[in-house]
């Protein structure tokens, strides 16, 4: 007997660390270092995905503000308008098979471009693996 497949939904972060574009570099990096991720949604007031940003993203940034003495910057400034994202009911083989030829380590879910929670590289692997011994 075959299983359902396992969704998006299913393990996906629901409360998950978002910022929005007036957010600080320096609050960005300060919230990724917490919850240990390596990039994060950007949103607006009603939690519409407006972009993502990543650690990479802000690195020569920070680099320059840190150590050239260069202006401090925002998110909005610095963040990706084109972002990848998955649905909540997206099987997550599906999303796996994309994995290997897409490169993110964090995909937004969203639904009716509201942002609904977030999945990781991680969370993935973990299913699978834990999909192995059953």
């Not at 600080?24 to 917490?34: D, F, T």
């Not at 920070?62 to 909540?88: I, N, W």
């Not at 009911?89 to 969203?110: C, F, H, N, R, T």
């Amino acid at each position: 007997m075959n299983k359902a497949p396992v969704t998006v939904s299913e393990i996906m972060s629901k409360d998950c660390y978002r910022i929005t574009g007036d957010t600080s570099v320096a609050s960005l990096v300060a919230g990724l270092a917490l919850h240990r991720l390596p990039g994060a949604p950007v949103v607006d007031k009603h939690d519409h995905l407006v972009g993502f940003i990543s650690e990479q993203d802000v690195l020569g940034k920070l680099l320059d503000s840190s150590y050239h003495g260069g202006e401090p910057a925002l998110v909005r400034e610095l963040m990706r308008h084109e972002v990848l994202t998955v649905a909540p009911d997206k099987s997550i083989v599906d999303l796996a098979q994309e994995m290997l030829g897409q490169k993110p380590k964090i995909y937004p879910v969203v639904d009716h471009e509201r942002l609904v929670g977030i999945v990781t590289r991680h969370d993935i692997l973990g299913v699978l693996c834990s999909m192995r011994g059953s």
